[in-house]
């Protein structure tokens, strides 16, 4: 009874690979067509997944690990397959959330690669104990990210930066102060400079970068690389840890199957090595670019994990991708960086998505429940790039609604000329726009083969900016001791954000992979693009649960305080305006801000941020001691000044 299922699969795949049955030429009838996902076109030869009913699935693990095996082998090799494997290895320290998840049913089927792989699928899709037959498809590499070499000549600006990395100065991205150029507008990045202020990073927060390999020993990642000690220090060849994977020191190539991350293969642009350098090349070494959560002198950056995907010219099937993204829960990463996923349109709905990509998503899943920080985080981040052929359709994974979906905008606010947008896009950041000349795209670390740094664009570029605010949001979370769920983050991910509808008007030229140009209109884009483009200091912000009040340089404010003292703020006695005075200086604040009828008075010349404390009496107009009185109520803010601000205040 046992060997029941494995000895019914067998002899399935010998009926695969010798004739039709009933002449139905592979065609699953009645129910089991539906079991069916994807097609044969573009399918790995030799090999099918198959998902089985939790029964089925321990029948047949007990079946190919006890005594039944040589008679499983001898059947096997009967028929012409050559195995059959759990897609996702044991991991003594994750089996028990593994099996809860159902992932243990889950199997890879090897066979003779002249096996017609629809009539495979159909036979076995007729079988009453498998659940699903899967294709095993290649993952879609990504476009658009040609790297071009940094030129020592594309110094941008002189202005004092917080590290002393000289490349910071050509990352327009992190603090765009508007003399980059023509085509850049102050404003238009991430707001890094003023977040550093709070926090750098923090070693306990680990991202998984699923993509080519990092290259882990570059000058500006090698300290703030994800390092398995048991393996570094262990018998090469062996998995010395137990995690189901053997030399994975400092991540794992699932291309090839091995520890061994490559990066400088045929066909290997460095594009895992750029983003990387984006989340969390080390800062202040006097060295090249900084990462965003890259840490600083005195505290140690985020670290990255290698879950390589691309390498050359060959790239993993959907299988591969899928332990990837298991790995990188079960060994630490919280934060899951994905610039790939299909094209725009090839899927078009979360429904089509889970039906169509049940295994990835199934994986991806098990990472939002299970990847944890202790303290810090529990569950894991989904972040995607939304795709780059221009469409009004994002690409899934990302525009799935339970990940986070980035869109790319350029130096001017304005949405690059390649993104794609539309429904399913949550968040935009900045990706640059080659048509705008080379340095207004992002530059970052690069593998050796392209001179250790470049520049590339695409929402491969703007992905790993939301990842690496995701980063510094949770080492700041660790820093104050704050724990987070993971559904909390990405909320505030999606709501940290400034308006970028307005400046989406006139036109731009879009150059597509065949070299052909197409005129697009901006406006088309106005409420696709997501909630806004990024803030890391107001992520910051709501990590502390500090509110903001957002202001436009330049000018007299009036804001209410009603939101933060209630709707009768006008009636309270204030006693105090708190603000240091570096700060006021460096907002160019002339005259103390003052407070009458629950509006608070600001003028400030510069942008930047800052604190201010305000104190009001509630409960009378005097404080309570020698007589009756009020009690004083102390509220803090954060004051976000920028160039011009959307008409709302700058909540969206």
Same mark, same amino acid.
């Given at each position: 009874?046992k060997r029941?299922?494995l000895l019914l699969?067998c002899?399935?795949?010998a009926g695969?690979?010798?004739?039709?049955?009933?002449?139905?030429?592979?065609?699953?009838s009645?129910?089991?067509?539906s079991?069916?996902?994807?097609?044969a076109?573009g399918?790995?030869?030799?090999c099918?997944i198959?998902k089985?009913?939790?029964e089925?699935a321990?029948?047949v693990?007990a079946?190919?690990t006890?005594?039944?095996i040589e008679?499983?082998?001898?059947i096997m090799?009967?028929?012409?397959a050559?195995?059959?494997?759990?897609?996702?290895?044991?991991d003594?320290r994750s089996?028990?959330?593994?099996r809860? $998840?159902?992932l243990h049913?889950?199997y890879?089927?090897?066979?003779? /690669?002249?096996?017609?792989?629809?009539k495979v699928a159909?036979?076995l899709?007729?079988?009453?104990?498998?659940?699903? %037959?899967?294709?095993d498809?290649?993952v879609?590499r990504?476009?658009?990210c040609?790297?071009?070499? &940094?030129?020592?000549?594309?110094q941008?600006?002189?202005?004092d930066m917080p590290?002393d990395?000289?490349k910071?100065?050509?990352q327009w991205? +992190?603090?765009?102060d508007?003399?980059?150029g023509?085509?850049?507008?102050e404003?238009?990045d991430i707001?890094?400079?003023?977040?550093w202020?709070?926090t750098?990073?923090?070693?306990?927060?680990?991202?998984?970068v699923?993509?080519?390999?990092?290259?882990?020993?570059h000058?500006d990642?090698?300290?703030?690389?994800?390092v398995?000690?048991a393996e570094?220090?262990?018998?090469d060849g062996?998995?010395?840890?137990?995690n189901?994977y053997?030399?994975?020191? !400092?991540?794992y190539?699932?291309?090839?199957?091995?520890?061994?991350i490559t990066?400088?293969?045929?066909g290997?642009v460095g594009?895992g090595?750029?983003?990387a350098?984006?989340?969390?090349a080390v800062?202040g070494?006097?060295?090249?670019?900084?990462?965003?959560?890259?840490?600083?002198?005195?505290?140690?950056?985020c670290?990255?994990m290698s879950?390589?995907i691309f390498?050359?010219?060959?790239?993993?099937?959907?299988?591969?991708?899928?332990k990837a993204i298991k790995?990188a829960?079960?060994?630490?990463?919280?934060?899951?960086q994905?610039?790939w996923g299909y094209?725009?349109?090839d899927?078009?709905?979360d429904?089509?998505?889970a039906?169509d990509?049940?295994?990835e998503?199934?994986?991806?899943d098990y990472?939002? $429940?299970n990847? /944890?920080?202790e303290?810090?985080?529990?569950?894991?981040v989904?972040?995607?790039?939304?795709g780059n052929?221009?469409s009004?359709i994002?690409?899934?994974?990302g525009?799935?609604h339970?990940?986070?979906c %980035?869109?790319?905008?350029?130096?001017? &606010?304005?949405a690059?000329?390649y993104?794609?947008y539309?429904?399913?896009?949550? %968040?935009?950041?900045?990706?640059g726009?080659s048509?705008y000349?080379?340095?207004y795209i992002?530059?970052?670390?690069?593998?050796?083969?392209f001179?250790k +740094?470049? !520049?590339?664009?695409?929402?491969?570029? $703007?992905?790993?900016?939301?990842?690496?605010?995701?980063a510094l949001a949770l080492?700041?979370?660790a820093?104050?001791?704050r724990?987070?769920?993971?559904?909390?983050?990405?909320d505030m991910?999606?709501?940290?954000?400034?308006?970028?509808d307005?400046?989406q008007?006139?036109?731009k030229?879009?150059v597509?992979q065949?070299?052909?140009?197409h005129?697009i209109?901006?406006?088309?884009?106005k409420g696709?693009?997501g909630?806004g483009?990024i803030?890391? &200091?107001?992520l910051?912000?709501?990590i502390?649960?500090t509110?903001?009040?957002?202001?436009?340089?330049?000018a007299?404010?009036?804001l209410?305080?009603s939101? !933060?003292?209630?709707?009768?703020?006008?009636?309270?006695t204030?006693?105090a305006v708190e603000?240091s005075q570096?700060d006021k200086?460096?907002?160019g604040?002339r005259?103390?801000p003052?407070?009458d009828?629950?509006?608070?008075s600001?003028?400030?010349?510069?942008?930047?941020?800052?604190?201010?404390?305000?104190?009001a009496l509630?409960?009378?107009d005097k404080?309570?001691?020698? $007589?009756i009185g009020?009690?004083?109520?102390?509220?803090?803010?954060?004051?976000v000044v920028?160039k011009?601000?959307?008409?709302?205040?700058?909540?969206?």
């Open positions: 009874m029941l299922i699969l002899a399935t795949l695969a690979c010798t004739h039709d049955l009933d002449g139905t030429s592979g065609k699953a009645g129910g089991g067509r079991k069916i996902i994807h097609s076109q399918a790995r030869k030799g099918m198959v089985f009913t939790p089925a321990d029948i693990e079946s190919a006890r005594s039944g008679r499983v082998d001898q090799e009967t028929v012409g050559t195995g059959i494997e759990r897609i996702f290895p044991v003594r089996e028990q959330a593994t809860r $998840a159902g049913q889950w890879r089927l090897s066979f003779d /690669r002249s096996a017609d792989l629809e159909a036979l899709a007729e079988i009453g104990e498998v659940v699903r %037959v899967q294709y498809v290649d879609k990504v476009e658009r040609t790297p071009i070499p &940094y030129d020592e000549v594309a941008t600006r002189s202005a590290f990395d000289p910071l100065a050509s991205h +992190y603090m765009n508007g003399t980059l023509t085509m850049a507008e404003g238009a707001n890094l400079f003023e977040a202020k709070l750098t990073g923090d070693p306990r927060i680990i991202v998984a699923v993509d080519e390999g990092v290259m882990y020993s000058e990642l090698k300290d703030n690389m994800w398995n000690d570094l220090d262990g018998t062996k998995d010395d840890d137990g189901g053997a030399d994975d020191k !400092y991540g190539n699932f291309v090839t199957g091995k520890g061994n990066w400088n293969s045929n290997d594009h090595t750029h983003v350098g984006t989340v969390a800062n070494n006097s060295t090249g670019v900084c990462g965003i959560a890259g840490g600083d002198d005195a505290n140690p950056g670290k990255i879950c390589q390498a050359g010219n060959n790239v993993a099937t959907t299988s591969a991708t899928a790995y829960a079960d060994n630490g990463a919280v934060i899951l994905c610039s094209d725009g349109g899927i078009l709905s429904r089509q998505f039906s990509c049940s295994l998503k199934e994986a991806i990472f939002i $429940a990847a /944890r920080a303290g810090v985080i529990e569950g894991g989904v972040i995607f790039a939304a052929e221009a009004s994002p690409g899934y994974p525009a799935y339970e990940y986070v %980035v869109s790319s905008m350029s130096s001017d &606010y304005r690059a000329s993104t794609n539309g429904t399913g896009t949550n %968040v935009c950041a900045p990706g726009d048509g000349g080379k340095q992002i530059l970052s670390t690069q593998t050796d083969r001179g +740094y470049g !520049y590339m664009e695409g929402t491969s570029m $703007a992905c790993p900016h939301v990842s690496g605010c995701a080492s700041y979370a820093k104050i001791g724990t987070l769920q993971a559904e909390e983050l990405r991910l999606m709501t940290s954000t400034w308006d970028v307005r400046y008007s006139g036109t030229i879009f597509d065949y070299y052909r140009e005129t209109r901006l406006d088309d884009y696709k693009l909630s483009y803030d890391a &200091y107001r910051l912000m709501q502390e649960g509110p903001c009040l957002y202001i436009a340089a330049g007299p404010q009036l209410s305080l939101e !933060y003292f209630g709707e009768n703020s006008a009636s309270l204030y006693t603000m570096q200086s460096a907002l604040i005259k103390d003052t407070i009828g629950g509006m608070l600001i003028e400030c010349s510069e942008s930047g941020c800052a604190t201010v404390t305000v104190k509630v409960g009378g404080e309570g001691g020698a $007589a009020g009690t004083e109520v102390t509220r803090k803010f954060a004051i920028r011009a601000v959307s008409g709302n205040g700058g909540w969206l």
